[in-house]
């Protein structure tokens, strides 16, 4: 290798972090992580966990997304923050907090869309999506398509980006390409039951084991799997689902909750 291709290879990888330094940026963000989780636990405390629940008003529902991203996404993103943080060794403390303000700002903005995509099925007020009629199969039928995301091509390129430091030049733009991994996941969970923190954290588990595990067809295959399982459960015989809270048909429940 030249000299010259030697200095860009070095540019790229950034200057080298001392390793009581990564850990305190990785321990750090894991504080963050853990301190939010306990919060979003105590915002969601006597929500409906179901799938369909109730969103509440607007503001309450994004700083609840805001810290429940937070929660949920930081584990499996500061290996990527720590990298960043080799770009600016000088400033890795305001580096670090620029990266992950801007990805949260990315993914706050995924919660204000979905939002208004649920306000506006409720608006329709589309009866047949009771849990006791359509409902069910609807929120089986968002996990199986999850399930087939995994296995696209388009999950693979993003994955990718995803699990490359230098895909991205900043937070907000690693949030855009974990948005564009994750959505699916995502769509999985208001399946499952949005202000469940038993659901928060296995989809949660899986987006992380999809992200961190040495072999990345191998992690998003196994994802691919249980999603499989799920949403066959959720839809054909969801009493069987462990942790699953079906909407009471006599209150409309199901994919119907999300608009009363």
């Keep these: 290798m030249s000299a010259s291709a030697s200095a860009t290879t070095a540019r790229r990888r950034g200057a080298p972090l001392p390793a009581t330094v ?22 969601m405390a006597g929500m409906d966990a179901g799938p ?3 969103l509440g008003g607007l503001g309450w529902f994004l700083v609840s997304w805001a810290v429940m991203m937070a929660a949920m996404m930081l584990p499996a993103t500061a290996p990527m923050a720590v990298a960043h943080a080799r770009l600016r060794p000088a400033a890795r403390g305001r580096a670090t907090l620029a990266f992950v303000g801007g990805y ?13 995509l649920i306000e506006g099925v409720r608006s329709l007020d ?23 995301f995994q296995l696209t091509p388009a999950k693979d390129a993003c994955l990718r980006r995803c699990r490359d430091p230098h895909a991205a030049r900043n937070g907000l733009e690693h949030g ?31 987006i992380a084991g999809e992200r961190l595990l040495p072999s990345k067809l191998r992690a998003k295959q196994a994802v691919a799997v249980v999603l499989v399982v799920l949403g066959l459960a959720v839809a054909l015989a969801p009493g069987s689902v ?3 809270t079906q909407p009471d048909a006599q209150d409309a429940g199901g994919m119907t909750m999300m608009m009363q």
């Design 22 to 43: 990564q850990i305190g940026l990785v321990a750090g963000l894991l504080a963050v992580a853990a301190g939010c989780w306990v919060l979003t636990g105590d915002r």
């Design 52 to 54: 369909g629940t109730a």
């Design 104 to 116: 949260l700002l990315a993914w706050s903005a995924v919660g204000l869309v979905a939002y208004a």
């Design 126 to 148: 589309l009866g047949f999506l009771a849990w006791d009629e359509a409902g069910r199969y609807v929120a089986g039928g968002a996990i199986l398509a999850a399930a087939l």
């Design 176 to 206: 855009a390409h974990c948005i564009a991994c994750c959505w699916a996941l995502m769509a999985a969970l208001f399946a499952l039951g949005v202000m469940s923190i038993g659901w928060m954290a296995f989809v949660a588990a899986l």
């Design 242 to 244: 462990p942790g699953l």
